[in-house]
């Protein structure tokens, strides 16, 4: 039993501390390690999500992340909590999605002492800090405000990722100073701003240039308005990373899309003059597994809020370390408008470009446009779609057009799990008015099937996109061209519509393209989750 004390415990001060940093919702399940930090919970404000497995939470948190723009926040228990999260932890890592974990760990005087206790790691920080940005082990309760604020400086003030805070499990209940209402959040740093001489280069070379072209990662999330500004004062195509889609709008005449993995595409960035790139790594995974880096002919300008990336993949040759908004605001106010007729010819150049994008794809895709084109049609104009690694995702990569920021949520990059659709769109739907569409293949929702049930719990207007082929289609596709007999690609698919309903879901199926577009409209109408069953082609 413990004792009550009117000090706050460090649980207590831990929810006031979340909520001073504007948090709303956590993901977690509770176990016998969080049962004192559980004890903080009421009275809080939070709201409490639980998701059925623990990776289902940090894919939850990450959904949220990405839809938000606000950091996701997850609850874990010692040993096994952290461990089944690692996976959707490394994911956020990799797509640097500002995630915080709070985990458990064993009580200070068992650290690294190896007695056989419950949920006992020899050394758990180890296991996290190869996919977070930090990560802390508190030791002392009145250290919790200085570590929170740490935590909060990187992820909204730098390049976020996974930060990780362990809590040995005899501190939650541990008594803390002063009164609740003393503990506030720590002012957060202001973006920086380009150096005033770089932008003086910078707009220098981009207004000489005669054939620039714009680059742009998932880095530059909020930059969108400042980049379409810059793009139409210098008549540049822009082109987007898989990360980046629907952050210039892909109807605007000047925007390429996500199409960088083509050799058209491929061959008007290098022949460039002037290529300037914001907030992308430049890697195989922003130009869908093309491996051959960029050989730039002309000059190259990166921006990026990290300094390691201004030279990861490309050696430029001006760097700017600054915020990616702010950077690009400056240019746009510091460079002069072309004639008209440049922005026709490079509209028109898109416009080609994009046409011959269509001539390079792969086998199979064109079977599955016009499913792509009913997808677009079902999808609201604001809305956000959120893509596993399924056969038909790696077409809407390039060819379904979005028209908004955070529109585009998808693991098909970096570190390319399975299973993330489901619970980040739970975790995006929860964190947005928007209507969230998921789509995700039949052998990836086997991943994180459980998760069907927070929606039910959570009377979510879920659409869910079930991309049925029987298996691991690409990998049994990749098998075929290697020509390596298929194993283990080939799989025995449950009844999803009759699976559905078994969790109080709805379900339908569907084979024509022609359906999708009601289907999605009437799941959006409900007050649960839809599984959508496609038969693939």
């Known amino acids: 039993m413990v004792l009550m004390s009117s000090a706050p415990t460090c649980a207590q001060v831990l929810m ?19 049962i004192e930090l559980y004890r903080g919970l009421p009275g809080s404000d939070l709201m409490h999500i639980t998701p059925r497995h623990e990776q289902g939470a940090a894919f939850m948190a990450d ?59 020899p050394r758990q920080s180890d296991a ?35 930060v990780h805070i362990e809590i040995p499990i005899d501190l939650f209940p541990a008594p803390m ?49 400042a980049a379409t500004q810059v793009s139409e004062k210098i008549a540049a195509p822009v082109f987007l990373s898989l990360a980046a889609k629907g952050v210039v709008d892909e109807r605007h005449p000047l925007c390429g899309g996500a199409n960088l993995s083509f050799d058209c595409v491929r061959e008007r960035v290098e022949a460039a003059d002037v290529v300037l790139a914001v907030g992308t790594e430049l890697s195989e995974t922003d130009r869908n597994l093309v491996r051959e880096d960029y050989a730039f002919s002309g000059k190259l300008i990166r ?25 690009l605001q400056q240019l746009s106010e510091a460079l002069v408008q072309c004639e008209e007729s440049s922005k026709q010819r490079a509209e028109e150049e898109v416009s080609q470009l994009t046409g011959n994008c ?54 098909t990059t970096g570190y390319g799990t399975l299973g993330f659709a489901l619970p980040a769109s739970i975790g995006a739907k929860l964190s947005s008015e928007r209507d969230v569409v998921a789509l995700i293949g039949d052998g990836g929702l086997m991943f994180t099937l459980g998760e069907l049930a927070v929606a039910v719990e959570q009377q979510l207007p879920l659409p869910i996109l079930v991309w049925n082929n029987s298996g691991y289609g690409e990998i049994r596709d990749f098998m ?5 007999p298929q194993e283990g690609v080939n799989l025995r698919t449950p009844d999803f519509v009759a699976l559905a309903k078994s969790f109080g879901a709805e379900g339908c199926r569907i084979d024509k393209p022609q359906q999708l577009a009601t289907a999605v409209a009437e799941a959006l109408q409900r007050k649960t989750p839809t599984i959508i069953e496609i038969t693939a082609p």
């Open 480 to 484: 075929d061209a290697a020509e390596v």
């Open 16 to 34: 006031r501390l979340l909520r001073e940093y504007q948090v709303e919702k956590v993901f977690g399940i509770p176990g016998v390690h969080t």
């Open 128 to 162: 996290s800090r190869g996919f977070c940005i930090w990560q802390h082990t508190l030791t002392q309760a009145e250290q919790l405000p200085e570590v929170m604020a740490r935590a909060f400086q990187l992820l909204l003030s730098s390049r976020p990722g996974p």
């Open 177 to 225: 100073s002063g009164n609740l209402d003393d503990y506030r959040a720590a002012p957060s740093a202001m973006v920086p701003a380009a150096n005033a001489t770089a932008i003086a280069t910078a707009t220098q070379w981009l207004q000489a240039a005669e054939r620039p072209v714009i680059l742009l990662g998932g880095g530059a999330q909020s930059a969108g308005e």
């Open 358 to 411: 269509r001539k390079e794809w792969w086998e199979g895709s064109e079977e599955r446009f016009p499913w792509i084109e009913a997808l677009r049609e079902a999808l609201p104009d604001k809305g956000i779609l959120v893509t596993d690694s399924t056969q038909l995702a790696y077409n809407t990569n390039h060819a379904l057009p979005l028209y908004h920021p955070r529109s585009h949520i998808t693991c």
């Open 63 to 121: 959904g949220y992340a990405r839809a938000s723009g606000k950091p996701g926040v997850c609850f874990l228990i010692t040993g096994p909590g952290l461990t089944n999260a690692a996976t959707a932890m490394a994911q956020a890592y990799s797509d640097s999605i500002p995630m915080l974990v709070i985990s458990a760990v064993n009580r200070r005087e068992d650290l690294g002492m190896g007695r056989g206790r419950l949920h006992e790691l």
């Open 303 to 327: 921006i990026d809020i990290d300094p390691a990336q201004l030279v990861c993949n490309a050696q430029p040759d001006l760097a700017i370390c600054a915020d990616a908004a702010e950077s």
